[in-house]
């Protein structure tokens, strides 16, 4: 076998990493994404451990610590916003719950598009509508494009993953929602002081403040629920929820939620697992959010997809295309690995959603010790994930 034309779902972190390192092996990948160009905002993503590596190897380290966001470390403040506990970035070598590497999401998908468009197709403004597996190759048809034969596809398309979907059966047969739902959006506010703030309410609920790279303020809103029947494009929809959910909670509440229905970058989507039997079946695989999300409690989401690709792409190159092959050790190679980054953080969601006023105070006291000096490697072990001892295989580039 060679199969060398790939046609790649979702152009977010996972999708043009992959497109980046095939062609660096004589690969021909097309990128299909639903949104219109590269999506802007979103939150601050880590850059940690194995990763590191990966974007040094792609020669990009010295840009994307360019565009890092200013952030000094996470605090919890109170209704009037007084801190009651911090833990600084340094205070656990740039790996802690906030990394020494945190790149506004929009920036990074937009660095890795740069890197790429020259020589990778892009089709924005489209979606895959039907995968049909034949002898020799998989045929396509699309929203909006004609329909063509690729030889592969991988779904790099996040946890809602069409080509899942298409390709594997149903999203409720592999994702496990936590109990929980998140909200984010940018505000017109400055940030001056660079403290991501989280503010705990009674019954389950958080409101934080995360300084951007440009000097603003963007917000996060989190609560406790069973799943909801909401439609995930009804925005307005989500926006009430919020608004209803969170109408009784002090510090800047009241002014996130009314620059709420004017930020054009809002999220909200439920905290939730990825967890797939395998990650390939046919010619069809599976990266990223689309095969293992961690949740965003994790802090791995990115760091995964820039190893996954990494990994994907030097398999497909080493075995000469053969996919047969090189499904199998992608996935032999990064199995363990992802299953330490999908390891909740201490607590789970009740942790960092802590019902009731004792509980939240009970909280904040354990995240002052755990920053003490005495205990700082204790809490690395228990409680930030250890997905970072992968050995990357070297793979060698054919152009």
């Known amino acids: 076998m060679n199969d060398r ?6 152009a977010g972190i996972a999708g043009p990493a992959l497109a980046f ?5 004589g690969f021909h990948p097309t990128v299909v994404e639903r949104a219109s160009g590269p999506r802007s905002g979103g939150q601050a993503v880590d850059v940690r451990g194995t990763a590191r590596e990966v974007v040094d190897r792609m020669g ?3 840009r994307i610590r360019a565009e890092c966001v200013a952030e000094r470390g996470m605090a919890y403040v109170d209704a009037r916003g007084e801190v009651t506990c911090r833990m600084p970035v340094h205070a656990f070598a740039g790996e802690g719950i906030v990394a020494d590497i945190e790149i506004e999401r929009g920036d990074l998908a937009r660095l890795l598009y740069s890197e790429t468009r020259d020589e990778v197709e892009y089709l924005f403004d489209d979606s895959i509508e039907s ?13 909006r494009s004609a329909p063509r034969t690729v030889d592969l596809v991988v779904g790099a398309d996040g946890v809602h993953s069409r080509t899942r979907a298409l390709a594997f059966g149903p999203e409720s047969a592999y994702v496990r929602p936590l109990g929980a739902y998140l909200a984010y959006f940018g505000t017109p506010y400055p940030n001056a002081d660079g403290w991501f703030l989280m503010h705990n309410a009674p019954g389950g609920r958080v409101v934080g403040t995360r300084p951007t790279r440009h000097g603003r303020t963007s917000a996060l809103f989190s609560f406790v629920s069973p799943p909801l029947e909401l439609d995930r494009r009804d925005v307005a929809a989500q926006q009430r929820l919020l608004a209803e959910r969170f109408a009784d ?3 800047r509440t009241r002014e996130l939620l009314a620059v709420m229905a004017d930020a054009p970058d809002f999220y909200f989507d439920l905290y939730g697992q990825v967890r797939t039997d395998r990650w390939s079946r046919g010619r069809v695989a599976l990266l990223g959010d689309a095969a293992w999300c961690p949740s965003p409690l994790t802090g791995q989401g990115t760091s995964l997809s820039l190893v996954g690709a990494y990994v994907l792409a030097g398999e497909l190159a080493a075995a000469d295309g053969d996919h047969t092959v090189a499904y199998g050790r992608y996935e032999e190679t990064l199995r363990s690995h992802v299953a330490r980054g999908q390891e909740l953080p ?7 959603l802590p019902a009731s006023r004792a509980a939240i105070r009970l909280r904040d006291a354990s995240m002052r010790a755990m920053t003490s000096r005495p205990l700082r490697r204790l809490t690395t072990r228990l409680f930030f994930s ?3 001892g992968l050995a990357l295989p070297e793979y060698a580039v054919t152009r």
């Not at 995968?131 to 929203?143: A, K, M, N, S």
């Open 21 to 25: 390192w095939l062609r660096r092996y």
């Open 386 to 388: 250890q997905a970072d």
């Open 131 to 143: 995968l049909t597996e034949t002898g020799d190759g998989v045929r396509v048809t699309f929203e």
């Open 249 to 251: 909670v002090g510090w």
């Open 60 to 62: 990009l380290t010295a």
């Open 346 to 352: 201490g607590g789970g969601i009740s942790g960092f």
């Open 5 to 10: 034309t790939v046609l790649i779902s979702g």
